[in-house]
């Protein structure tokens, strides 16, 4: 059995056993082509290539699990969260959480003063209101799609703004 036949015979295989693993199917896909790139420099070494489902097979759930060990390590608290919760592992005292936290949201309320109104007025009506997208609809007398989208540029631009004033990028 050649490369080619293997992929043709196997790729599904692979691709299922990530998936299973992730319950992602874009790190799935990744995975795929990195297990078929490991097992293409490695092709030559194998001894029993009748056994290659199973080796593919362990190589993919092998690449999975590091996978979401990496996600793990890097996962991303939404930034309303990481302010209103000071970390137990955090090396500021509660008081310097308090100033940066002031600070910040004095960042918030200027960036938010910057948007154009229609966006402006989406982004308080969540916040502020804690509105649902489909009662910041109904309110404004605007489409869901329509509030679902100003929310969204709302949130990239002050987020946009925050990170690099800060230059924090992502809060892990």
């Not at 930034?79 to 910040?104: G, N, R, W, Y």
Request: net charge neutral.
């Amino acid at each position: 059995m050649d490369f080619r036949d293997m992929y043709e015979q196997f790729y599904q295989r692979v691709y299922y056993t990530a998936l299973k693993v992730t319950r992602d199917a874009c790190a799935a896909e990744d995975i795929l082509q990195e297990t078929f790139m490991k097992a293409h420099e490695k092709w030559e070494e194998i001894r029993d290539q009748g056994k290659a489902g199973a080796w593919l097979a362990t190589i993919a759930h092998r690449k999975a699990i590091d996978y979401l060990r990496k996600e793990k390590r890097t996962q991303v608290v939404p930034l309303e969260e990481a302010l209103t919760q000071p970390s137990k592992e955090s090396p500021f005292s509660e008081v310097e959480h308090t100033c940066v936290l002031h600070q910040m949201e004095e960042g918030i309320r200027k960036r938010v003063g910057l948007l154009s109104p229609k966006l402006r007025d989406v982004f308080q009506l969540h916040v502020t209101r804690q509105m649902s997208e489909g009662e910041i609809a109904q309110e404004l007398n605007i489409s869901l799609s329509a509030a679902k989208s100003r929310l969204h540029r709302a949130r990239k631009a002050v987020k946009g703004k925050m990170t690099e004033e800060w230059n924090f990028g992502e809060i892990a």
